[in-house]
């Protein structure tokens, strides 16, 4: 059996959920931090435009938030593979130092490379796909020095359908990659095809579970036209972010160290969206652990922007060691359109993340009742009190996370703008003092 990818359901009873480790390559134990060509370039990518972005990464110290990953996606690619070794190979006029020659660059930075292809005939941009090529290419990709892969789905000849299926197209790349001896983050994009939370654990680091993300907070598009990714027949794209939110909510709990939901490239940046929507995003995206993939142009991002993605307290959320995604307690339609929800998740020492958001187009004022965010930890920790922090307003140092004081039982009369989340870290306290105003 391979050294890289055996399967380790190695449960320590006595330390819950986040002690399983699905996949066990010793990578992506907490979800994958980086950023990825797709969102801002799609095709239009060159070996500048990748060492660019690693460039600025690093300039703008994104490397001490835990961002690693620089993630060539699609159309790298030459027009076909070498005609005598069937190797793949790359568009010399965009990449005239091949893969190797940034792959090389990227690391000398410091920083690690991923690359893109498809378990199909061609990807989704029509380049040469690798079903059929699993071995050659993992063995090209090791060559390259390749430390991720994303793997989409477009194409796939009808290799899908049952989980089983789906699961035996992936799992030829698994073992593909394994038999390279180099670490390879391996994150399937099957877009929830078959139910990648069930069958794909075990072979591979994440898996995406809708259609491709859109720039928009919750504009409805018939491309994305599923309402559940449960049993959903066509994952589409021109998803909105908040509907990626409601596709996550019921699937959350498959992810495990090293096996991760991935809600897709964040958008953040890319103008779709103002500060509280984006602000959203970035705060679900990190309790409900997805990978973290920025999806702006690095190299010109405002100064907003970069206050979001290096808000340590957020990041610190999905990074947690605990492995926990947070869970929706409640979701309000509200009878002028649109909802409110309330989030709570455990993180490592018995502290945990409570969040509110409001998906609708009106402000709204909320009490947040400690028995509904403490549902599922019961009596005693929906009556103890608790210090909270706002993770999105700083402290008198500067730093994210303000000490809002002692709250017992609710946290009254919360204030939310249009489409706006507070989110809040909450650790049990001894005893309880004077509140505080929000
Ligand atoms: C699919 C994927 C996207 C991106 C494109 C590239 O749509 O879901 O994330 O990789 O293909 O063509």
Redesign the pocket.
């Known amino acids: 059996m391979s050294p890289f990818l055996t399967y380790a359901a190695v449960f320590l009873g006595t330390v819950g959920p986040a002690a399983v480790q699905a996949l066990d390559n010793g990578l992506a134990l907490t979800p994958q931090m980086g950023w990825?060509t797709?969102n801002r370039f799609?095709?239009d990518i060159s070996e500048d435009t990748v060492v660019s972005a690693a460039k600025a990464l690093v300039e703008h110290n994104l490397t001490a938030y835990g961002y690693e990953y620089i993630i060539m996606?699609?159309?790298w690619h030459a027009d076909s593979r070498d005609p005598d070794t069937g190797a793949p190979r790359a568009n010399t006029d965009r990449f005239p130092n091949g893969i190797k020659g940034v792959s090389d660059q990227v690391h000398a930075l410091g920083l690690k490379i991923g690359i893109?292809s498809?378990a199909g005939k061609y990807?989704?941009?029509g380049k040469f796909g690798s079903l059929g090529f699993e071995e050659i290419d993992a063995k090209t990709y090791a060559e390259w020095e390749i430390d991720y892969l994303?793997y989409?789905?477009?194409f796939n000849e009808g290799q899908a359908g049952t989980p089983q299926i789906s699961y035996d197209r992936y799992a030829k790349m698994t073992k593909a990659l394994n038999a390279t001896g180099r670490p390879i983050l391996y994150s399937i994009?099957n877009?929830g095809e078959d139910g990648p939370w069930n069958f794909a654990p075990t072979i591979a680091n994440s898996w995406?579970i809708s259609?491709?993300i859109m720039d928009t907070f919750d504009r409805y598009d018939e491309r994305c036209p599923c309402t559940s990714v449960i049993d959903c027949k066509y994952a589409g794209?021109h998803c909105a972010m908040a509907r990626i939110i409601d596709f996550a909510a019921p699937v959350l709990q498959k992810a495990r160290k090293g096996a991760w939901n991935d809600m897709?490239?964040m958008e953040v940046g890319l103008g779709g969206m103002n500060y509280d929507e984006y602000v959203t995003h970035f705060s679900f995206w990190a309790m409900l652990k997805s990978p973290m993939l920025l999806g702006m142009d690095l190299t010109t991002m405002s100064n907003e922007t970069l206050s979001i993605i290096t808000n340590d307290a957020v990041i610190a959320l999905n990074q947690d060691p605990w492995a926990s995604p947070a869970n929706r307690q409640w979701k309000r339609e509200l009878p002028d359109g649109g909802n409110i929800q309330l989030w709570q998740g455990s993180l490592v020492d018995n502290q945990f993340v409570i969040a509110l958001m409001n998906a609708s187009p009106k402000e709204q004022t909320v009490d947040v009742e400690f028995f509904d965010a403490f549902f599922d930890q019961g009596k005693t920790y929906q009556q103890q009190p608790y210090r909270l922090f706002d993770l999105w307003q700083k402290d008198d140092k500067g730093k994210w996370g303000k000490d809002l004081g002692i709250f017992q039982g609710s946290i009254p009369n919360v204030k939310l703008g249009v489409h706006q989340t507070r989110v809040w870290l909450a650790k049990p306290a001894p005893s309880s003092s004077k509140r505080q105003e929000l």
């Open positions: 990825n797709w799609g095709c996606d699609d159309c893109y498809d990807t989704c941009g994303k989409d789905n477009c994009c877009w995406r259609g491709d794209y897709d490239i």
